[in-house]
């Protein structure tokens, strides 16, 4: 039995990015997934979990998923195309998961990131842009938000590298 058998898709435009050509996807899946959100924060480590307010969101393929009451929400999609063949993986994904719930130990406890502020102060701080983006703070801030692994800043030496696991491993 799969925990999402059917869904429906739909696009709206990234609210307050005026001229964006990315779009958020909305998959309607017709069933509550609330009580699937505790199984998720115990299989997918690297999340944010809202239990008071049902919502569950991880990283899947670069895109931000948030799964909440009925819906599963993936943003950041160029085109519908994207979105179809993005949705389906997301909702295999899901499925696998949900099919494997018996061996997963239900995670209730609130689960969110580091700050961003926090995660900069163990940065190097030399804005040397090897990891793709102009400054060390932004690098914070993707890295707080899922979109970055630690070990995506070059020049981390071995005591910033541990005391970013260590605040990572802390959540």
């Given at each position: 039995m799969s925990l999402i058998d059917?869904?429906?898709?739909?696009?709206?435009?990234?609210?307050?990015e005026i001229g964006s050509e990315e779009?958020?996807?909305?998959?309607?899946?017709?069933?509550?997934?609330?009580?699937?959100?505790?199984y998720l924060n115990g299989?997918?480590?690297k999340a944010i979990y809202d239990p008071k307010a049902n919502t569950f969101v991880f990283t899947f393929e670069?895109?931000?998923?948030?799964?909440?009451?009925?819906?599963v929400m993936i943003a950041r999609i160029k085109s519908q195309e994207e979105g179809k063949n993005l949705a389906e993986k997301v909702v295999?994904?899901?499925?696998?998961?949900y099919e494997k719930k018996d061996e997963i130990t239900p995670d209730y406890k609130r689960k969110q990131p580091p700050k961003a502020m926090d995660i900069y102060k163990l940065?190097?701080?030399?804005?040397?842009?090897?990891?793709?983006?102009?400054?060390?703070f932004v690098f914070?801030?993707?890295?707080s938000q899922g979109e970055y692994e630690i070990e995506d800043c070059p020049e981390l030496n071995e005591e910033q590298l541990n005391g970013l696991k260590n605040l990572f491993n802390n959540i």
């Open positions: 059917n869904y429906t898709l739909k696009f709206d435009p990234i609210p307050c779009w958020k996807l909305t998959c309607e899946v017709g069933k509550n997934l609330n009580d699937f959100l505790p299989y997918i480590k670069n895109h931000k998923v948030s799964v909440s009451n009925d819906k295999k994904f899901l499925n696998e998961i940065l190097p701080k030399t804005n040397c842009k090897k990891c793709g983006e102009p400054t060390c914070a801030t993707k890295l």
